[in-house]
C-alpha cells in the first residue's frame, strides 16, 4: 500500500508542475505580469536550478558548453517567435484550449515516473507538452510574450524535470500543491475545487483502488512461459 501511495504522489507532482504552467499563462493571457519580468524571473530561476542539480560536481568547462546550447536555443526561439505567434490564427481559441487540454494530458500519461512501463515516453510527452505550449503562445497578445512562453515551457517541462526527480520529497509536493491553490484561489474557485478534487482522486482513491484489486490477481502459469533450466548436483 505504501508504495501505491508513494507512486501516485509522483503523478500529483506533475499534475502540479502542468497546473503551474498553465497559471503562469493565465496571467501572461491578462497580462497581469510583463514578458521581460516573466523573462528575467525564469532564467534566474534555471541559473539557481542548473547549480542546485550541479552541486558540487560542476565544472566550468561543462558550465560554459551549456551556457552556448542554452543561447543558441533561445535565440532560435526569439528569431520563430513570430512566426509560431501566428501558427494558429486560422483557429478558434476554444479549439486551441480543447487542444491544449488533451495534449497535457498526453503529457501526463506518457510521463517518466520513474517507472519502468511499456507507454511510458519521455519523446511523446515531452513532445506533447511543447506542442500544447506553441498553442497557448498563439493565443498571447505579441510575439514577445509567445517567446517567454515557450521559455518558460522548456524550464518546466524539459529541464524541470531533472531537478525535480534530484530534490523530490513530500515537502517539495506539498510546497507545490499550496503554491497551486495560492494562484488558483484568486482565478476561480471552480478551477481550484477542480484541482485539488483531482488529486484526492490521484493520492486517495487511485491507490485504494489498486491495493483492493490485488486481491483478485492470478498468475497463470502453462507451457508458453519461458523455460527455465534447473542444475541438478550430481552425488
Given at each position: 500500500?505504501?508504495?501505491a501511495?508513494?507512486?501516485?504522489?509522483r503523478?500529483?507532482?506533475?499534475?502540479?508542475v502542468?497546473t503551474?504552467?498553465?497559471?503562469?499563462?493565465?496571467?501572461?493571457?491578462?497580462?497581469?505580469?510583463g514578458?521581460?519580468?516573466?523573462?528575467?524571473?525564469?532564467?534566474?530561476?534555471?541559473?539557481?536550478?542548473?547549480?542546485?542539480?550541479?552541486?558540487?560536481?560542476?565544472?566550468l568547462?561543462?558550465?560554459?558548453?551549456?551556457?552556448?546550447?542554452?543561447?543558441?536555443?533561445?535565440?532560435?526561439?526569439?528569431?520563430?517567435?513570430?512566426?509560431?505567434?501566428?501558427?494558429?490564427?486560422?483557429?478558434?481559441?476554444d479549439?486551441?484550449?480543447s487542444?491544449?487540454?488533451?495534449?497535457?494530458?498526453?503529457?501526463?500519461?506518457?510521463?517518466?515516473?520513474?517507472?519502468?512501463?511499456?507507454?511510458?515516453?519521455k519523446?511523446?510527452?515531452?513532445?506533447?507538452?511543447?506542442?500544447?505550449?506553441?498553442?497557448?503562445?498563439?493565443?498571447?497578445?505579441?510575439?514577445?510574450?509567445a517567446?517567454?512562453?515557450?521559455e518558460?515551457a522548456?524550464?518546466?517541462?524539459?529541464?524541470g524535470?531533472?531537478?525535480?526527480?534530484?530534490?523530490?520529497?513530500?515537502?517539495?509536493?506539498?510546497?507545490?500543491?499550496?503554491?497551486?491553490?495560492?494562484?488558483?484561489?484568486?482565478?476561480?474557485?471552480?478551477?481550484?475545487?477542480?484541482?485539488?478534487?483531482?488529486?484526492?482522486?490521484v493520492?486517495?482513491?487511485?491507490?485504494?483502488?489498486?491495493?483492493?484489486?490485488q486481491?483478485?490477481?492470478?498468475?497463470?502459469?502453462?507451457?508458453?512461459?519461458?523455460?527455465?533450466v534447473?542444475?541438478?548436483?550430481?552425488?
Amino acid at each position: 500500500p505504501q508504495e501505491a501511495f508513494a507512486g501516485a504522489t509522483r503523478l500529483s507532482q506533475q499534475i502540479s508542475v502542468v497546473t503551474a504552467f498553465l497559471i503562469v499563462f493565465h496571467h501572461l493571457y491578462l497580462e497581469r505580469i510583463g514578458a521581460k519580468v516573466l523573462f528575467c524571473q525564469s532564467a534566474i530561476g534555471t541559473i539557481v536550478g542548473y547549480f542546485i542539480y550541479a552541486g558540487r560536481d560542476i565544472q566550468l568547462a561543462k558550465f560554459v558548453e551549456d551556457s552556448k546550447t542554452a543561447f543558441a536555443v533561445l535565440v532560435f526561439g526569439f528569431i520563430f517567435s513570430p512566426l509560431l505567434h501566428t501558427l494558429t490564427n486560422s483557429i478558434s481559441t476554444d479549439t486551441i484550449f480543447s487542444m491544449t487540454f488533451f495534449v497535457l494530458v498526453l503529457h501526463l500519461i506518457f510521463f517518466d515516473y520513474g517507472v519502468s512501463a511499456a507507454f511510458v515516453s519521455k519523446a511523446i510527452s515531452l513532445n506533447a507538452a511543447i506542442f500544447g505550449s506553441i498553442c497557448l503562445a498563439s493565443r498571447l497578445s505579441s510575439s514577445l510574450h509567445a517567446f517567454v512562453l515557450l521559455e518558460v515551457a522548456a524550464v518546466f517541462f524539459a529541464l524541470g524535470p531533472f531537478l525535480v526527480r534530484k530534490l523530490y520529497s513530500v515537502q517539495l509536493l506539498v510546497l507545490s500543491i499550496v503554491v497551486c491553490c495560492y494562484f488558483l484561489q484568486s482565478i476561480s474557485p471552480i478551477i481550484l475545487y477542480t484541482y485539488i478534487s483531482t488529486l484526492a482522486f490521484v493520492n486517495l482513491f487511485c491507490p485504494w483502488l489498486f491495493v483492493r484489486f490485488q486481491t483478485y490477481k492470478n498468475n497463470i502459469n502453462g507451457p508458453w512461459d519461458e523455460a527455465v533450466v534447473v542444475e541438478e548436483s550430481t552425488p
